[in-house]
């Protein structure tokens, strides 16, 4: 069956420290990725994309993804991390036949 | 560019009512998509609407419905709520399939759905 898993559901990370978020998924063939933040109370904010070539992808807020088709991983990682960015983190993915699904997210706590 | 917007934020129901949530999406998208986040879990599709008629739906029961107007606006509609229908609704829009960026999601800030 076709799955997005974040394998952590809460992160930790001082500020100033790296970040990374996992995103694993099962599909078929290589699906269009994406990763989103949502702040407590709003909705979700595209943070970047993947649908093809480079593997690796820019957004915003400093944050960068790569994409590895051995690991049928896209994961998220900011070098320096700020107090603003404690938020909730959701990995997406979209298939080719139209069927989207969000993984179950990864709350992060930035400390002083 | 106006971004997509939900009414209302916030509303309390009982079970057995009935709601209506309205959303507005971003100008020059023509479709849009209706998701359900329960506390602690991510958005699950429910539906999608395009050119006035649902197109996709995901695995909720026939008593969640919507509409899309002619302006591109949408409603979710819920009837006969139960507890576990208490969620945040979000809303989210796009360019029309095929497009260029057609599979980027526009969200709005969501209506929060409180069911006792």
């Known amino acids: 069956a076709q799955s997005v898993t974040q394998p952590d559901i809460h992160i930790t990370v001082s500020e100033g420290a790296s970040l990374e978020l996992r995103c694993n998924y099962s599909?078929?063939?290589?699906?269009?990725l994406f990763w989103y933040v949502q702040s407590p109370g709003q909705g979700l904010q595209l943070l970047l994309k993947?649908?093809?070539?480079?593997?690796l992808v820019q957004g915003i807020k400093g944050f960068e993804a790569e994409f590895k088709r051995s690991q049928s991983s896209f994961n998220l990682r900011k070098p320096s991390v700020h107090w603003s960015d404690a938020a909730e983190y959701f990995c997406e993915v979209y298939d080719s036949w139209g069927k989207l699904q969000f993984g179950a997210g990864t709350q992060v706590v930035v400390t002083p | 560019e106006t971004g997509v917007t939900q009414s209302p934020t916030h509303l309390i129901k009982t079970r057995g009512q009935q709601v209506t949530l309205r959303c507005s999406s971003q100008s020059g998208h023509n479709t849009v998509s209706w998701y359900q986040q329960a506390l602690g879990q991510g958005p699950q599709f429910i539906f999608q609407y395009y050119r006035e008629e649902e197109n996709g739906r995901g695995n909720f029961p026939p008593r969640f419905s919507g509409l899309q107007f002619p302006n591109y606006s949408s409603e979710l509609n819920v009837n006969a709520l139960e507890l576990d229908d208490s969620a945040l609704y979000l809303c989210?829009?796009?360019?029309?399939?095929?497009?260029?960026?057609?599979?980027?999601?526009?969200f709005g800030a969501g209506s929060r759905l409180t069911v006792l």
């Open positions: 989210a829009s796009s360019r029309e399939v095929g497009q260029s960026g057609a599979n980027v999601l526009t």
């Open positions: 599909y078929g063939a290589t699906p269009y």
């Open positions: 993947y649908f093809s070539g480079d593997t």
